[in-house]
Each structure stands twice: as structure tokens, then as C-alpha cells.
């Protein structure tokens, strides 16, 4: 498949957190011709089967990328400009200048407003705009304004995506719909190779904000295993280098209380059978992705997370390494099709 074109369709949809209608329309798309059947929960995740060949009851695993994403929400219309309040963990501090889409009775572009530093005063100059300062203009007259936007309509971002260095896409919402393209690239990976468990790629809702997608889903399904995949801090200048990972060179594969100790290991022994470049990730705490809340749905569920390092996360300038997502979606076709009927009696924790 090509995954550059698919990410770059998936990027161009809105679908901020639990509000994923135009997103889920793009991957149900994507997904029903890989899959055996279609379905969802009841917070609006997307899940898409593909059965194993073998005997029923046959146990399952469970693919989770969330696809929602952060932006803008309008919270007062006031002589014709919009104030706002963030949908997930908006970086206020680059939005002044950006392009955005105002999605009002209909669809506005806009831009969020920019004082000429020679206008401020000079104590301000220097100082980043806080997120309550934020205002949009969508060059209308006060009166159309009022008709055309209201309190509570969103606002996502607008900037187009383009491709830097051949493999680097820079977007919005690559956080996380890289990880979206990298569970359609393993769809399409299995296309036509047998394996015995049954697989559930599952684009949940609502992770920025609740992780309520994840729970929900984790909770119906009832999976036997779970793989999430998010992105993770690519490095750059500045930044701590045991936290980053550079693009280009593999995903990541989490390590630690949020993931199990064996799953974690036979993902890293699939890498190295395939010859799949990965990087080690070191979690702490919890991994503030998907993963914290599968890992404890029901009875507990053995739980694995898959990292693409991802530049300048939570803008609307993301950068992701093609490769790296094309590397993610084989890793777990390549595990995927070595999954038996004895898989789960390997992870029994001594």
C-alpha cells in the first residue's frame, strides 16, 4: 500500500476528540476492504476483524491507534472575533498566525489573530500568548458572524501538509493518525498470510481528552492481548536525549509498569527475527497513551505500546518519519502471524 498517500487523506480530515464523525468515515473506508466485518462502541470507536484460521474459540488480539485529535473550541462570539478554549493540550504558544477552519452552520476559514510586536508594549514582547488571549478572526461582519458561528462550535487546524527530506511528512494530526496508517499498513500487511489468532484494529475515541474510546472498546471486546500505538518525542535540539528518538531509524517499544514484561520482549524478539530496526522505551509511570486504560480493563489485559517518533507534538507542524510507520505496521504483522494457541501460557509472570 502506500502509506504516505493514505496518511496524508487521513490528515486532511477534522475529528477533534469526541467529535471523530469525519475521521471514522475516512478509516472505515480504508479498513473494510482488509477486514471481515465492521463495527464499534458507543463512544464512536471503529473496530475492524480480521479472523484467524484457527479452531473456534479462537483467542484474539486487539490493534489500538486512537484517531482523534486536538484543536479549538469557540466559548464566546464577540464584534465579529471568536475566544476560545482548547479541545486536548493545544500549545498556545505557536498558534498566533496559524491558519484554522472554523466549523460553524458552515465551514469558515479564519486565522488566529497577531499583534505586531512594534503595537505591544515592550514587557510583552517577549512573553508567549496564553491560551485565554487567543482570538480568531474569519473576515466577516460582526452581524454575519453571529449568525453564521456559535458557542461550542469547533475549530481545527488548517495548515496543509507537505514532505520534507523525501521520507519526512510534516501535518497536523499526525498525532495520531500516523499511528492510524501504521494498523492499516499491518491490515494490509496480512492480506493473503495465514495466522491463527483473530485480529481487531480498533481507532478508538476520545483518547486526548478521556481515554474513553480505549476503555470502552478494551472492555467489549475483551481481547486476550493488546498492542497500542501512539507516537512518541522524536529529538532536536535542546531536548533530553534518553527521552527522544530520532526519525527515520524504527519505531520504539515500551518499557515498563503500564506494559507486560514478556509481551514486551516477544514484539522485540519479532523485530530482530524480521530484522525490523526498533529503539527501547523507557516508561516510567504510565504511558499516557491508550495503554493505561486497555491494561486494566476486566480482569487485565497483557498490554504492549509501539512508539513513532513524532517532531514538534501537539502543533499543527508535526513531522513523522515514513518509514518509521511503514516499520510499525510490519512489526506487528510479522508478531501477528507467529501468535499460537500456546502464545499465552508464555506470558505467565514468574
Not at 102 to 124: F, K, M, N, W
Request: hydrophobic share 45%; glycine share 8%.
Amino acid at each position: 500500500m502506500d502509506v504516505l498517500s493514505h496518511l496524508k487523506t487521513l490528515v486532511s480530515a477534522p475529528g477533534l476528540s469526541a467529535h471523530e464523525a469525519p475521521i471514522r468515515d475516512l478509516i472505515r473506508e480504508a479498513w473494510t476492504p482488509l477486514a471481515d466485518e465492521m463495527g464499534g462502541d458507543r463512544l464512536g470507536s471503529l473496530w475492524a476483524t480480521k479472523h484467524g484460521k484457527g479452531k473456534s474459540p479462537r483467542n484474539k488480539i486487539m490493534l489500538a491507534a486512537h484517531m482523534d485529535s486536538i484543536g479549538l473550541m469557540v466559548k464566546r462570539v464577540r464584534e465579529g472575533f471568536l475566544w476560545v478554549t482548547q479541545i486536548g493540550g493545544v500549545d498556545a504558544r505557536v498558534m498566533p498566525g496559524q491558519p484554522v477552519l472554523v466549523h460553524g452552520r458552515q465551514a469558515l476559514p479564519g486565522v488566529v489573530t497577531s499583534t505586531p510586536p512594534h503595537l505591544l508594549p515592550p514587557g510583552d514582547r517577549d512573553k508567549a500568548v496564553r491560551l485565554d488571549d487567543l482570538i480568531i478572526d474569519v473576515g466577516l461582519p460582526p452581524e454575519q458572524v453571529e449568525k453564521l458561528v456559535r458557542v461550542g462550535d469547533l475549530i481545527s487546524f488548517a495548515q496543509p501538509s507537505f514532505e520534507m527530506q523525501g521520507d519526512w511528512l510534516v501535518a497536523k494530526s499526525l498525532d495520531n493518525r500516523a499511528s492510524v496508517a501504521a494498523v492499516t499498513a499491518c491490515l494490509d500487511a496480512l492480506q493473503g498470510r495465514t495466522h491463527t489468532w483473530d485480529v481487531v484494529a480498533v481507532a478508538t475515541a476520545q483518547e486526548e481528552e478521556t481515554f474513553g474510546g480505549a476503555s470502552a472498546s478494551a472492555f467489549s471486546l475483551a481481547p486476550d492481548l493488546a498492542i497500542a500505538v501512539d507516537v512518541t518525542f522524536a529529538s532536536g535540539p535542546g531536548l533530553p536525549e534518553h527521552k527522544t528518538f530520532s526519525l527515520g531509524d524504527g519505531p520504539t517499544i515500551g518499557w515498563g509498569p503500564n506494559l507486560h514484561p514478556k509481551l514486551h520482549k516477544a514484539l522485540a524478539d519479532a523485530a530482530a527475527k524480521a530484522e525490523i530496526p526498533y529503539r527501547l522505551e523507557v516508561m516510567p509511570m504510565h504511558s499516557g497513551t491508550d495503554a493505561y486504560a486497555i491494561q486494566v480493563s476486566r480482569e487485565g489485559i497483557p498490554t504492549a505500546v509501539i512508539g513513532l517518533p513524532l517532531k514538534h507534538m501537539h502543533t499543527p507542524v508535526e513531522v513523522v518519519s515514513i518509514k518509521d510507520v511503514t516499520r510499525a505496521g510490519r512489526l506487528m504483522a510479522e508478531f501477528i502471524t507467529q501468535l499460537d494457541d500456546e502464545f499465552l501460557n508464555t506470558l505467565a509472570l514468574d
